[in-house]
């Protein structure tokens, strides 16, 4: 993994020495190199992080280290790196940190929030950078800006797809031989990486320039984005020192929404793209600290969606919440034996943006055709009554799980695996499946122990999992991913 960027962006940011504050010295940092001015107002959601004490002794422009997005009036989302010691780990103290409101670092009236407190993700890895993500509370709501909002799951498929257009925003290094940090934000306009450029090892051309990408010790796109652009004049758009913690964006006006945080990155604005927290992945630790907006409390009108999924002696529901009311805080599915009136329940939790939630009704009789409804309420009361919906329990296999994927020498994977269980049932298919993730053939080896071997394989990126069936139908395990080397 390349340096953390705690400094600046590749289009024209601040200096580290001019605003590092406590932040760290990338090796390959972030900063918008080749972006452009835009108008003062145009994102004032954008906050600069500011040491306190240098601060108060040589103004905001000597003491910005980081950047930030106001989520909602109380939270700013940033980069854990930002708050974070490198070597030990240590959390910066909130008493210490000033947040900065204005896109002039050299404005002498700067207006300044106290933070009281401090989350970084728990799945913070400095190591890697994963999950590079942190919130901050205001002492104080800010009640005259209007907070960019998260990107909810719905959006994810439209706004991050590859080639959507992005905006990186911060007061980073803008040069790539020397430290010129603007005292006014830049903004690099970008687009959105494959997949397989943030850590499938793949290249990718963009407007005739090749970018080299991430391998998978080096970047993981589950919880990252890579992302650069292009100017008109074939340079290279990218974040620097001084851009960490600050936003990537899509869409515009009241439809942009925060998709991104600035995380790393090696040698701003040059064969690699800039590698940014993927915020869709850490939407449940939002929601925790409260740094995503809530709809106004209202009694939910419409019943959820429904979907039930048939397993062995069970029945998986899964409900997806009305797109339209209120915030759902509870929610409940119940399988009715029609032939005995007997009943069973299961119980689920709200996940962040609307995204469905399952749940597992147990104790039920394979073959029986049961009646599934659902239900979402809140405190006000509950939902109109979805279903039924018709599900039988069937003896479908569970393929167990990867519990460990490794690349050896000669193209060959091999997986370590939990056991199938069959329900009783003869399997007709128990194997490994590992698929190229930028596609083409599929290669299979059968399960016949702990450890499976599967060979042939090209050097790529590859996902790969158990696929277990019997007469009743297939079942897949979650997936790992793994880069097979020549």
């Not at 906050?47 to 939270?75: I, K, M, N």
């Not at 090696?266 to 940014?276: D, K, L």
Request: glycine share 10%.
């Amino acid at each position: 993994m390349g340096a953390l960027l705690s400094v600046a962006i590749a289009l024209s940011l601040l200096p580290v020495a001019a605003g590092a504050g406590n932040a760290l010295t990338p090796s390959a940092a972030p900063r918008i190199v080749n972006g452009e001015q835009e108008p003062a107002d145009a994102y004032p959601w954008l906050v600069s992080l500011l040491s306190r004490s240098r601060f108060e002794r040589d103004g905001a422009y000597q003491s910005q280290f980081c950047g930030g997005t106001l989520t909602t009036p109380t939270t700013v989302v940033t980069a854990a790196h930002c708050l974070t010691d490198q070597d030990t780990g240590a959390r910066q103290d909130p008493a210490d940190i000033l947040i900065g409101f204005g896109p002039s670092l050299r404005n002498g009236g700067m207006r300044v929030a106290d933070v009281t407190s401090l989350a970084v993700s728990p799945a913070y890895v400095r190591r890697t950078a994963s999950n590079d993500i942190a919130v901050l509370t205001l002492a104080q709501p800010v009640t005259d800006v209007t907070p960019l909002v998260p990107i909810s799951a719905a959006e994810v498929g439209a706004l991050t797809a590859v080639g959507a257009p992005v905006r990186a925003v911060g007061w980073g290094n803008t040069s790539t031989d020397s430290k010129f940090y603007p005292d006014v934000f830049r903004v690099g306009r970008m687009v959105v990486f494959p997949d397989a450029v943030c850590g499938g090892g793949e290249d990718w051309v963009l407007q005739g320039l090749r970018f080299v990408g991430f391998s998978s010790s080096e970047a993981d796109a589950a919880v990252m984005i890579c992302a650069a652009g292009v100017s008109r004049g074939g340079l290279v758009i990218d974040a620097c020192q001084g851009d960490s913690g600050g936003p990537l964006v899509a869409g515009d006006g009241a439809a942009a929404r925060l998709v991104g945080i600035v995380s790393w990155g090696e040698e701003c604005a040059t064969h690699r793209p800039g590698v940014y927290t993927r915020l869709s992945s850490e939407l449940d630790f939002l929601a925790s600290v409260n740094a995503i907006p809530v709809a106004d409390i209202s009694l939910p009108t419409q019943a959820p969606g429904l979907e039930v999924l048939p397993r062995a002696g069970r029945l998986i529901a899964s409900i997806t919440p009305p797109a339209a009311g209120s915030a759902i805080t509870a929610m409940a599915a119940t399988a009715v034996d029609p032939t005995t009136g007997q009943t069973a329940n299961c119980f689920a939790q709200p996940r962040p943006a609307g995204a469905a939630s399952q749940c597992a009704i147990e104790g039920l009789t394979n073959g029986v055709a049961y009646q599934v409804t659902a239900i979402v309420g809140n405190e006000l009361g509950n939902s109109p009554v979805a279903g039924p919906v018709a599900g039988t329990p069937i003896p479908l296999p569970d393929p167990g799980r990867i519990t460990k994927l490794r690349a050896l020498a000669g193209r060959t994977v091999v997986a370590t695996v939990t056991p199938t269980d069959a329900h009783g049932t003869e399997l007709t298919v128990n194997q490994v499946a590992c698929a190229p993730l930028s596609g083409g053939r599929v290669v299979t080896a059968p399960v016949a122990g702990r450890k499976v071997t599967v060979k042939g394989l090209r050097p790529v990126r590859y996902t790969c999992r158990i696929e277990a069936a019997n007469s009743y139908g297939e079942l897949q395990s979650p997936p790992k991913r793994v880069t097979v080397t020549r």
